[in-house]
């Protein structure tokens, strides 16, 4: 951050300016507002909220972290996920005394393990329950419970300058004219511009407009491709770090598969998807005789008869990914797949997959320590008065399901330290709030190294023993812990 001339007239100086509306963010400002601080701003770059995003896995971790951030919002929450899954009543009525299963299968349709879907059983065996809902609706969820005012869309962060003399940072934005500023724009009938661009604002697109706003705190929850990250490394020994590596890890991705052959559906169905809806595939998990072997995974899904999906987790380059078409994709996929000795049944859903449905997503990570020519490397999550939480300190891929709870966790943390530098009214005491942070940073850095550690090699898949180990230091633990200092 830079240096900036004392100002004569400052606008308003929020308490804490958080960088990102998505649920992270979100819940970090419930989680300020619940606990008496309410002057603050939410900015997010993008142009107006839309319904976007991957289905995500709330955790037991995660929902407490958020019952304790918030009880309105857990509370929110559970009842809006609960809704939208809500089988039909003629379903219901059927599997009323049964929970949906999520099982694992080897190659040839074994069962290594099963994981019950419904809340009431997570909440048994880990004192808290389970729940999936899309990235867009726990965003709205929680958007909701949020004055309108206090969000702004359309705010791309580009610089943080330190203005200690106002005892505070100037967080300095683009947006573009074109759009209302309006958080709610995605319902307003208006909120597309005449000539219906949907340019992306990284390419400064006509009325850039710049603002600036002044905030005591920053918190950067702003996703894995952080600006803030960014602007506070840069020309630091962290600057290699301010953006994301590639994990070596990627998913090529395909829904709503129909005509299929009718044997290969029987195949598919009795081997795999039997009394379930969704299996992840890969080889003997239970086996530890290759531990350190990385191989393919498939994760098949079918919510209605005939027809299919999947994604299939394969470490393979980057360069592989880039530039593809579907064809290619699929052509990558059936060559890892047959590397692995994946069935034919298998091999068939993909090579029959529809290119124009292919989608391919790389998986990036920020690590919590980095080995270079010069040692380890601990990249710092905050600086003086900025602070990361979420991806923007530690993303990583999704194969644990804890991104997003990792950064509710996060979120309860940071609230927690900053309602204790209100408190003790540290607003002014730079060296204060620096310790405060560092003492974020050493409570949750450790677990989150533990978790990429897990998400990167799966080691609690190796055995049940681990993987019963994992759940209970993972989703036993009591968040009221986290809150203590």
Known sequence: MSQHNTITNPQEIYDVIIVGAGPVGLATAIGLRQRGIENILIIDQTR???????????????????????????????????????????????????????VYKNLQGQLIRSIPLGFDDWFKDYGEGRLSLAWFELQTTLRNLIPPETVKANHRCIHLVDEPENGCVRLE?????????????????????ANNSTQNIDNLPPKLISKTFRGKLIVGADGINSNVRQVIYKDTPYSVFAKPQYSGFAAITCRDIKDLPNQVQTQIVNTFLQDTF??????????????????????LFSRQPGQFGYVIHLPVTLESLQNKSGQDLIDLALQELEKADFPSSLKELVAISPPANIQQRPYYIHHTSNETDAGTITPAWSKERVVLVGDAAHGMPPFMAQGANQGLEDA????????????????????????QFAQYEHLRRPFVAYIQAATLTRFPQTSNQQWHEYNQKVYTRDAKKIMDF
């Open 48 to 102: 107006a909220f839309r319904p976007v995003g991957q289905v995500l896995d709330l955790l037991p971790n995660g929902l407490k972290a958020l019952k304790e951030l918030d009880a309105n919002a857990y509370t929110a929450v559970k009842d809006n996920a609960i809704k939208l899954l809500s089988p039909p009543q003629s379903d219901h009525k059927k599997n009323a005394k049964t929970s949906p299963q999520w």
């Open 278 to 299: 969704i299996a992840t595939i890969s080889n003997d998990c239970i086996s530890e005789n290759s531990p350190d072997v990385i191989e393919p995974r498939m994760m």
């Open 412 to 435: 309860l943390a940071v609230v927690t330290i900053i309602a204790n530098i209100a408190k003790q009214n540290y607003w002014h005491d730079i060296k204060a709030i620096s310790q």
């Open 173 to 193: 934005c683009v947006s573009d004219g074109r759009f209302e500023d309006n958080p709610y724009a995605y319902w307003e009938e208006n909120s597309t511009p």
